[in-house]
């Protein structure tokens, strides 16, 4: 399906325009970052209270979220268990104010239901969430350092490889950026979505990348610039259709998925966009520069 046709857009004679407007978000998304001291990180790596509270009837999850929200908590996460009627709480919270955050949240529970008995709490300590913290970062650079190594080895130049991380790179601090700018938690969910972004981020660069070198060997003659004009515009159906049709999956996520998927889906939401954004106005601009500056040092 070919929603373009013969299109001549000159995505390179754009790209210190697209530069300009990424080194801005990025600069946005720094200050925030350092305004607010870091990111907001989630229960899973700050550490905090784990209470699991036993109901007398089937839990509506949906409701006992709403009066949690309602009661003044906030920075929860909620798991159920249908069949035992339990629920674990998670909230954040320094070990000192342990008794107090307990306090808090049987007094939201008292506004859902009279009828629950207490199973068990306890202090999940910041160690654990350091641990998660550093497997995490050390998950997404092992990522990182595969796709350079696989990119090299298929496009037999680490150009192409370096100049899709950077890409990479770009769409992962700008998601993270607009999270710190909502000031919504990073959570493992959302590490999750990270990831998920990664992969499809770098394979709709690797598309658009394996077209501009079938063209290279295929229309030397011509400037390096109209051939990746050409390549881009050659694959422009292709990303626009991806991107939407993926774009609607994750809409449909976002607004009927639940609390539970709302962060992941935002998540995926923004990057797709920002990672359309990158593979056809950031990797491939990269490239461009690269080889230009190559061939003039050879001379």
């Known amino acids: 399906m070919r929603l373009f046709s013969n299109t001549k857009f000159d995505f390179i004679g754009l790209r210190y325009i697209c530069f300009s407007i990424s080194v801005f978000l990025a600069i946005i998304c720094i200050l925030s970052i350092v305004l607010k001291g870091g990111l907001n990180l989630g229960i899973d790596f700050t550490g905090g209270l784990i209470a699991q509270i036993k109901f007398e009837k089937p839990v509506v999850m949906s409701n006992l979220r709403q009066t949690l929200t309602d009661s003044g908590l906030d920075s929860f996460q909620l798991q159920d268990f249908p069949r035992h009627n ?127 070198r079938e063209n290279l060997s295929l229309i030397r003659r011509e400037e390096l610039g109209k051939i990746i004009n050409a390549s881009i515009n050659q694959t422009l159906s292709r990303t626009v259709v991806t991107g939407v049709s993926t774009l609607l999956v994750v809409i449909i996520l976002f607004f009927f998925g639940g609390e539970v998927l709302h962060d992941f889906s935002f998540a995926l939401l923004f990057g797709i966009i920002i990672g359309t954004f990158s593979s056809v106005f950031i990797a491939s601009p990269i490239v461009y520069e690269w080889l230009t500056y190559r061939s003039k040092k050879k001379r």
């Open 86 to 212: 339990s629920v674990i709480i998670n909230m954040k919270g320094k070990s000192t104010e342990q008794e107090k955050v307990s306090k808090d949240i049987m007094n939201a529970v008292s506004g859902y239901s009279t009828e629950f008995s207490i199973e068990r709490t306890e202090y999940v300590g910041p160690r654990v969430g350091e641990f998660l913290v550093k497997k995490a970062l050390l998950a997404i650079l092992l990522s990182f350092a595969g796709i350079v190594i696989y990119v090299a080895i298929r496009f037999k130049s680490t150009v192409w490889g370096v100049s899709g991380v950077i890409a990479l790179v770009h769409d992962i601090f700008i998601t993270v950026g607009v999270f710190s700018l909502l000031n919504k938690e990073i959570t493992l969910t959302v590490i999750a979505a990270i990831l998920t972004l990664a992969g499809y981020s770098i394979n709709d660069t690797i598309v658009v990348f394996d077209r501009i």
